[in-house]
């Protein structure tokens, strides 16, 4: 079975105009699910134009009418999230109990959007001369478009999409080629929702339905999660364009422990961020820095939790991770391990060459744990994004403070510890957006901006919540006088 998937331009599934199709691979098996448009700069044509066309009666429609397609669409994608979480499953290959979280997080940004009649609302002084007022009207910018990645094929768009048609843009989005089966049956429900005709798109295609979009004149803002140097090049093409962009990159996150840090809550939650969704998360736990005494009983408790992961399908409901995305991915994530290993970290548990049993093609990788590693070694100055954690040792806090923001990479940083002063300091010092206090992963909730500084995110205003609402609004100052002479005429 092999279904060639169709972009979604103005209410109809259409054909990609270029017909050179890629594969949408189940990473379990190795074997073919569907087939996707490697996509053209026609499509977004079509659907930049479609989108335009819708564009002047939805900023036309009421707010509080505009979100009623949102409380449905909370509804809908609530009464279908076993069926959509199997598919993302599939071909991304997470598990599903770690799809079915992603769907939670998606409906999340739908709920807080749905307070957008609240949200939009703006300031207004009175009196600002005699007889003078002064204020504030946010108004939609025109066409909105997201760019994914392929890690979050439910979640990532809903950052963005949900908070822009309901401040009045419509929308195109654009799903990660290699798992794009999840979002057009997304779609498909969304159709039943009968919102007018472009208000929401979908065009299929990686690099060059990416640079359309980045090129068309009709699309004023966009949204882009993936990795860094795609998040430069479409920050620098969209802003030398004159478009605003919020571009989220990739990551090096670690975690601090302390001497004083609770053994067992910190062993757990490390293990579950550094090797759940295989450590394809852009928060994922990559390094732990720890400080002072007890290093050494940590690390032992870490190597044994990890050894106690079993790695396998992600439909296997005793599997606790997955495999990673792709065959070319298993192959670029094993030479770093080998060249972490040359580069001198002790191999501390070696997830390479797992079997999992019928799976035999499958792109699986067991957790993996590097001692000892440098701080200019290629394993700590890369984006892994893998099952692979490594361990640093330092003295004192300030130094590991030092450690993390010498790295490029600002997506979050968490510590352990039990004394407040310690995570008042390390909250205050460290660089970096998303900051965990005894928190592993340190996700915000859809009403908290998803933060990321230095080279994980180029922009200014971030996806979800208030932000999102100002990235996908401009702001229109009024200001007028009305004489008390001119109504007595009447
Ligand atoms: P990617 O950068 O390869 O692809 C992301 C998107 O960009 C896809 O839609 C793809 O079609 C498009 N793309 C790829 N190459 C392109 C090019 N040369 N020109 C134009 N467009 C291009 O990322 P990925 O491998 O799909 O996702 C993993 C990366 O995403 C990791 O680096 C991860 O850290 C990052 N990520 C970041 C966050 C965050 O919040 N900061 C969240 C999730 C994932």
């Known amino acids: 079975m092999s279904t060639t998937l169709k972009n979604y331009i103005n209410g109809e599934w259409v054909k990609s105009k270029n017909n050179s199709l890629l594969d949408v691979i189940n990473p379990s098996t190795g074997l073919p699910v569907g087939r996707v448009s490697v996509g053209c700069k026609e499509d977004v044509l079509d659907a930049a134009e479609s989108a335009h066309q819708a564009w002047e ?44 979280a992603e769907m939670t997080r998606a409906v999340e940004n739908i709920e807080v959007a749905c307070g957008i009649p609240t949200l939009m609302q703006s300031v207004f002084s009175e009196d600002i001369a005699t007889g003078v007022d002064e204020f504030v009207i946010r108004q939609p910018l025109g066409v909105g478009a997201c760019i994914s990645p392929f890690n979050f094929p439910i979640m990532i768009p809903f950052w963005f999409m949900p908070y822009a048609i309901a401040c009045g843009n419509t929308y195109i989005v654009k799903p990660s080629e290699k798992v794009p089966m999840t979002m057009t049956r997304i779609f498909e429900l969304i159709e039943t929702l009968n919102l007018p005709k472009g208000v929401l798109n979908m065009v299929h295609g990686g690099k060059e339905t990416v640079d359309a979009i980045l090129e068309h004149p009709f699309i004023p803002a966009i949204s882009f999660v993936g990795s860094t140097p795609v998040a430069k090049h479409v920050y620098q093409t969209g802003t030398l364009n004159g478009k605003r962009v919020q571009a989220q990159g990739g990551a090096k996150n670690a975690v601090v422990v302390m001497p004083d840090a609770d053994e067992e809550t910190t062993v757990k939650i490390i293990v579950d961020s550094a090797f759940g969704c295989a450590g394809q998360r852009c928060l994922a736990a990559s390094v732990v820095i720890t400080v002072g005494e007890g ?8 190597i044994t939790l990890a050894k106690s992961k079993k790695t396998g399908d992600g439909m296997d409901a005793s599997a606790d991770m997955g495999p990673v995305i792709s065959a070319e991915s298993k192959i670029r994530i ?61 003295k004192t806090l300030e130094e590991a403070i030092a450690l993390i923001n010498r790295n490029r990479y600002g997506n979050s940083a968490c510590i352990f510890t039990r004394s407040g002063a310690a995570a008042r300091k390390f909250r205050h010092n460290t660089l970096a957006g998303n900051i965990g206090v005894n928190i592993g992963v340190a996700a915000p909730m859809a009403f908290f901006p998803f933060s990321g500084w230095k080279e994980s995110f180029f922009g200014d205003l971030h996806g979800q919540s208030s932000h999102a609402v100002e990235f996908y609004t401009q702001t229109k100052v009024v200001i007028e006088r009305w004489n008390d002479e001119w109504s007595r005429k009447f």
Not at 296 to 302: A, E, G, R
Not at 362 to 372: A, R
């Open 57 to 100: 009666s939805w900023r036309n429609t009421p707010a509080t009418q505009r979100v009623q397609y949102l409380f449905k669409m909370k509804a809908l994608l609530e009464a279908h999230t076993d069926e959509i979480a199997a598919i993302c499953t599939q071909e991304c290959g997470k598990t599903f109990a770690e799809s079915k």
């Open 295 to 302: 290093a050494q009983k940590l690390t032992d408790k870490i």
């Open 334 to 394: 094993e030479k770093l391990i080998q060249l972490g290993i040359d580069q001198g970290a002790d191999l501390l548990l070696d997830g390479r060459g797992i079997k999992v049993s019928g799976h035999e093609n499958g792109n699986f990788i067991g957790p993996t744990i590097l001692g000892n590693v440098g701080e200019h070694s290629e394993v700590y100055k890369t984006e892994i994004f893998g099952p692979v954690l490594s361990m640093i040792h330092v």
